[in-house]
Antibody, heavy 119, light 109 residues
Framework: QVQLVQSGAEVKKPGASVKVSCKASGYTFTTYGISWVRQAPGQGLEWMGW????????KYAQKVQGRVTMTRDTSTSTAYMDLRSLTSDDTAVYFC????????????WGQGTLVTVPS | QTVVTQEPSFSVSPGGTVTLTCGLS?????????PSWYQQTPGQPPRTLIYSTNTRSSGVPDRFSGSILGNKAALTITGAQADDESDYYC??????????FGTGTQVTV
Protein backbone atom coordinates (compact mmCIF):
# COMPACT_ATOMS: atom_id res chain seq x y z
CA GLN A 1 0.00 0.00 0.00
CA VAL A 2 1.12 3.54 -0.69
CA GLN A 3 2.65 5.27 2.32
CA LEU A 4 4.34 8.61 2.85
CA VAL A 5 6.18 8.77 6.17
CA GLN A 6 7.53 12.12 7.30
CA SER A 7 10.27 13.04 9.73
CA GLY A 8 9.54 14.11 13.28
CA ALA A 9 8.64 17.41 14.86
CA GLU A 10 11.20 20.22 14.95
CA VAL A 11 11.72 23.34 17.05
CA LYS A 12 13.88 25.97 15.37
CA LYS A 13 15.13 29.43 16.27
CA PRO A 14 14.19 32.42 14.15
CA GLY A 15 16.57 32.73 11.22
CA ALA A 16 17.41 29.04 11.18
CA SER A 17 16.55 26.46 8.53
CA VAL A 18 14.54 23.25 8.69
CA LYS A 19 14.63 20.21 6.43
CA VAL A 20 11.62 17.88 6.44
CA SER A 21 11.78 14.46 4.80
CA CYS A 22 9.04 12.36 3.23
CA LYS A 23 9.84 8.69 2.57
CA ALA A 24 7.61 6.99 0.02
CA SER A 25 6.80 3.31 -0.29
CA GLY A 26 4.31 1.07 -2.05
CA TYR A 27 4.71 2.58 -5.53
CA THR A 28 7.32 3.51 -8.10
CA PHE A 29 8.70 6.74 -6.66
CA THR A 30 9.69 8.32 -9.97
CA THR A 31 6.25 8.07 -11.57
CA TYR A 32 4.53 10.70 -9.40
CA GLY A 33 5.39 14.16 -8.17
CA ILE A 34 5.40 15.33 -4.57
CA SER A 35 3.75 18.53 -3.41
CA TRP A 36 4.34 20.17 -0.06
CA VAL A 37 1.45 21.77 1.83
CA ARG A 38 1.48 23.55 5.17
CA GLN A 39 -1.11 24.52 7.74
CA ALA A 40 -0.50 27.15 10.40
CA PRO A 41 -2.29 26.63 13.73
CA GLY A 42 -6.02 27.15 13.28
CA GLN A 43 -5.58 28.16 9.65
CA GLY A 44 -6.25 26.66 6.24
CA LEU A 45 -4.08 24.63 3.92
CA GLU A 46 -1.43 26.36 1.82
CA TRP A 47 0.30 24.85 -1.22
CA MET A 48 4.04 25.52 -1.04
CA GLY A 49 5.37 23.86 -4.13
CA TRP A 50 5.96 20.74 -6.18
CA UNK A 51 8.83 18.60 -7.32
CA UNK A 52 8.89 16.36 -10.37
CA UNK A 53 10.52 13.27 -8.88
CA UNK A 54 11.57 11.95 -12.28
CA UNK A 55 13.71 14.92 -13.32
CA UNK A 56 13.93 17.10 -10.21
CA UNK A 57 12.14 20.09 -11.73
CA UNK A 58 10.43 22.27 -9.17
CA LYS A 59 7.79 24.98 -8.88
CA TYR A 60 7.34 27.07 -5.75
CA ALA A 61 4.55 29.28 -4.49
CA GLN A 62 5.35 32.97 -4.69
CA LYS A 63 5.04 33.34 -0.92
CA VAL A 64 7.99 31.04 -0.17
CA GLN A 65 9.97 31.49 -3.37
CA GLY A 66 13.59 32.25 -2.51
CA ARG A 67 13.42 30.56 0.90
CA VAL A 68 12.38 27.02 -0.04
CA THR A 69 14.18 24.23 -1.85
CA MET A 70 12.57 20.90 -2.69
CA THR A 71 14.78 17.96 -3.58
CA ARG A 72 14.58 14.21 -3.84
CA ASP A 73 16.78 11.15 -3.47
CA THR A 74 15.51 8.45 -5.80
CA SER A 75 17.87 5.87 -4.29
CA THR A 76 15.97 6.06 -0.99
CA SER A 77 12.55 7.14 -2.37
CA THR A 78 12.66 10.22 -0.19
CA ALA A 79 11.61 13.79 -0.90
CA TYR A 80 12.88 16.75 1.08
CA MET A 81 11.63 20.27 1.78
CA ASP A 82 14.19 22.78 3.04
CA LEU A 83 12.89 26.13 4.37
CA ARG A 84 15.35 28.87 5.34
CA SER A 85 15.27 32.13 7.28
CA LEU A 86 12.47 30.88 9.51
CA THR A 87 10.16 33.25 11.35
CA SER A 88 7.29 32.62 13.74
CA ASP A 89 4.98 32.83 10.71
CA ASP A 90 6.48 29.54 9.50
CA THR A 91 5.15 27.69 12.55
CA ALA A 92 2.90 25.08 10.96
CA VAL A 93 2.27 21.44 10.23
CA TYR A 94 3.99 20.54 6.97
CA PHE A 95 2.51 17.78 4.80
CA CYS A 96 3.90 16.02 1.78
CA UNK A 97 1.39 14.66 -0.71
CA UNK A 98 1.68 12.46 -3.76
CA UNK A 99 0.87 14.60 -6.77
CA UNK A 100 -0.96 12.95 -9.65
CA UNK A 101 0.34 15.07 -12.48
CA UNK A 102 -2.14 14.04 -15.15
CA UNK A 103 -5.13 15.22 -13.10
CA UNK A 104 -3.40 17.78 -10.89
CA UNK A 105 -4.54 16.47 -7.54
CA UNK A 106 -3.06 14.92 -4.40
CA UNK A 107 -4.06 11.34 -3.69
CA UNK A 108 -1.95 10.23 -0.71
CA TRP A 109 -0.71 12.30 2.21
CA GLY A 110 2.03 12.08 4.79
CA GLN A 111 1.12 12.26 8.45
CA GLY A 112 2.44 15.80 8.84
CA THR A 113 5.46 17.32 10.58
CA LEU A 114 5.06 20.11 13.13
CA VAL A 115 7.68 22.82 12.81
CA THR A 116 7.67 25.35 15.63
CA VAL A 117 9.54 28.65 15.46
CA PRO A 118 9.12 30.47 18.77
CA SER A 119 8.74 34.22 18.46
CA GLN B 1 -2.19 36.97 -6.42
CA THR B 2 -4.93 34.42 -7.06
CA VAL B 3 -7.46 33.97 -4.27
CA VAL B 4 -9.70 30.90 -4.21
CA THR B 5 -12.78 31.59 -2.15
CA GLN B 6 -15.04 29.24 -0.22
CA GLU B 7 -17.89 29.84 2.21
CA PRO B 8 -16.48 30.05 5.76
CA SER B 9 -19.07 27.73 7.24
CA PHE B 10 -22.23 25.76 6.62
CA SER B 11 -24.64 23.93 8.86
CA VAL B 12 -26.65 20.97 7.58
CA SER B 13 -29.14 18.69 9.31
CA PRO B 14 -28.48 14.95 9.38
CA GLY B 15 -29.84 13.51 6.15
CA GLY B 16 -29.85 16.91 4.51
CA THR B 17 -28.05 18.21 1.46
CA VAL B 18 -25.43 20.92 1.33
CA THR B 19 -23.50 22.39 -1.60
CA LEU B 20 -20.12 24.02 -1.02
CA THR B 21 -18.61 26.24 -3.69
CA CYS B 22 -15.11 27.20 -4.80
CA GLY B 23 -14.60 30.36 -6.80
CA LEU B 24 -11.87 32.58 -8.17
CA SER B 25 -11.27 36.17 -7.11
CA UNK B 26 -11.14 37.01 -10.78
CA UNK B 27 -12.51 34.82 -13.51
CA UNK B 28 -14.48 31.62 -13.69
CA UNK B 29 -13.61 28.12 -12.58
CA UNK B 30 -13.69 25.55 -15.36
CA UNK B 31 -12.80 21.90 -15.82
CA UNK B 32 -9.39 23.14 -16.99
CA UNK B 33 -8.69 24.04 -13.36
CA UNK B 34 -9.11 20.33 -12.47
CA PRO B 35 -10.98 21.15 -9.24
CA SER B 36 -10.32 18.72 -6.41
CA TRP B 37 -11.82 18.51 -2.93
CA TYR B 38 -10.36 17.41 0.39
CA GLN B 39 -11.89 16.67 3.78
CA GLN B 40 -9.94 17.31 6.97
CA THR B 41 -10.70 16.62 10.60
CA PRO B 42 -8.63 18.17 13.41
CA GLY B 43 -5.20 16.68 13.85
CA GLN B 44 -5.39 14.60 10.69
CA PRO B 45 -3.98 14.98 7.20
CA PRO B 46 -6.49 15.80 4.48
CA ARG B 47 -8.44 13.02 2.78
CA THR B 48 -8.98 13.22 -0.96
CA LEU B 49 -12.66 13.18 -1.94
CA ILE B 50 -13.04 14.39 -5.52
CA TYR B 51 -10.64 15.13 -8.37
CA SER B 52 -10.95 16.32 -11.96
CA THR B 53 -14.18 18.14 -11.06
CA ASN B 54 -16.37 15.09 -10.44
CA THR B 55 -14.34 11.86 -10.05
CA ARG B 56 -14.64 10.28 -6.61
CA SER B 57 -11.46 9.03 -5.06
CA SER B 58 -11.29 5.35 -4.13
CA GLY B 59 -13.48 4.47 -1.17
CA VAL B 60 -15.36 7.78 -1.07
CA PRO B 61 -19.13 7.30 -0.56
CA ASP B 62 -21.38 8.33 -3.42
CA ARG B 63 -23.14 10.91 -1.23
CA PHE B 64 -20.20 13.15 -2.18
CA SER B 65 -20.35 14.57 -5.69
CA GLY B 66 -18.52 17.29 -7.59
CA SER B 67 -19.59 19.60 -10.37
CA ILE B 68 -19.26 23.02 -11.96
CA LEU B 69 -22.12 25.31 -10.98
CA GLY B 70 -22.14 28.54 -12.92
CA ASN B 71 -18.64 29.97 -12.60
CA LYS B 72 -17.61 27.93 -9.55
CA ALA B 73 -16.65 24.39 -8.64
CA ALA B 74 -19.06 22.72 -6.24
CA LEU B 75 -19.06 19.85 -3.76
CA THR B 76 -22.46 18.46 -2.80
CA ILE B 77 -23.07 16.22 0.18
CA THR B 78 -26.41 14.43 -0.19
CA GLY B 79 -27.75 12.73 2.92
CA ALA B 80 -25.24 14.24 5.32
CA GLN B 81 -24.04 12.08 8.18
CA ALA B 82 -22.57 13.02 11.52
CA ASP B 83 -19.07 11.97 10.51
CA ASP B 84 -19.20 14.41 7.56
CA GLU B 85 -18.64 17.17 10.10
CA SER B 86 -15.22 18.41 8.94
CA ASP B 87 -13.36 21.15 7.15
CA TYR B 88 -13.50 20.99 3.36
CA TYR B 89 -10.94 22.48 1.00
CA CYS B 90 -10.92 22.81 -2.74
CA UNK B 91 -7.79 23.03 -4.86
CA UNK B 92 -7.59 24.62 -8.29
CA UNK B 93 -4.83 24.03 -10.80
CA UNK B 94 -3.76 27.41 -12.21
CA UNK B 95 -1.37 26.18 -14.89
CA UNK B 96 2.44 26.22 -14.95
CA UNK B 97 2.56 23.58 -12.17
CA UNK B 98 0.85 25.91 -9.68
CA UNK B 99 -1.99 24.80 -7.43
CA UNK B 100 -3.95 26.98 -5.01
CA PHE B 101 -6.02 25.90 -2.02
CA GLY B 102 -9.33 27.49 -1.26
CA THR B 103 -9.95 29.22 2.04
CA GLY B 104 -11.85 26.24 3.42
CA THR B 105 -15.39 25.61 4.65
CA GLN B 106 -16.26 24.29 8.08
CA VAL B 107 -19.31 22.01 7.88
CA THR B 108 -21.40 21.30 10.95
CA VAL B 109 -23.89 18.44 10.91
Amino acid sequence: QVQLVQSGAEVKKPGASVKVSCKASGYTFTTYGISWVRQAPGQGLEWMGWINIHNGNTKYAQKVQGRVTMTRDTSTSTAYMDLRSLTSDDTAVYFCARDVGSTYHFDYWGQGTLVTVPS
Amino acid sequence: QTVVTQEPSFSVSPGGTVTLTCGLSSGSVSTSNYPSWYQQTPGQPPRTLIYSTNTRSSGVPDRFSGSILGNKAALTITGAQADDESDYYCVLYMGSAISVFGTGTQVTV
